[in-house]
């Protein structure tokens, strides 16, 4: 069973940095999985802004947050990061990371919720104005 913590969220002013991260946690190594981030906002759909492959390490976003966000892994800490530049009010949301299952669960599955099976248990980034 693959088991994610994600930690890092708080209250940042617009135009502000914060770096969120996903951990693997009680046994579950990260190495060669994909890890997706995603959120969501109140009254909004969950919306998947960006992955990693854990073969190759490519990695994809958004439209909506390409040169704001940035994903990296470092595996000798057994975490996924999220950069997150250049805050916004509309990036206030709960953060979520996941991860595939099956066979092909080093590939990214694209940036829709349904290719995740693990998901963590959110962290929450407000962006005040």
């Known amino acids: 069973q693959v088991q994610l913590v994600e930690s890092g969220g708080g209250l940042v002013q617009a135009g502000g940095s914060l770096r969120l991260s996903c951990a693997g946690s009680r046994g579950t190594s990260l190495d060669y999985y994909a890890v997706g981030w995603f959120r969501q906002a109140p009254g909004k759909e969950r919306e998947g802004v960006s992955c990693i492959g854990g073969s190759n390490g490519r990695t994809y976003y958004a439209d909506s947050v390409k040169g704001r966000f940035t994903i990296s892994r470092d595996n000798t800490k057994n975490t996924v990061s999220l950069q997150i530049d250049s805050l916004k009010t509309e990036d206030t949301a709960v953060y979520y990371c996941?991860?595939?299952?099956?066979?092909?669960?080093?590939?990214?599955?694209?940036?829709?919720?349904?290719?995740?099976?693990?998901w963590g248990q959110g962290t929450q980034v407000t962006v005040s104005s």
């Open positions: 996941a991860a595939p299952s099956g066979s092909t669960y080093f590939y990214c599955p694209g940036l829709s919720s349904d290719g995740f099976n693990y």
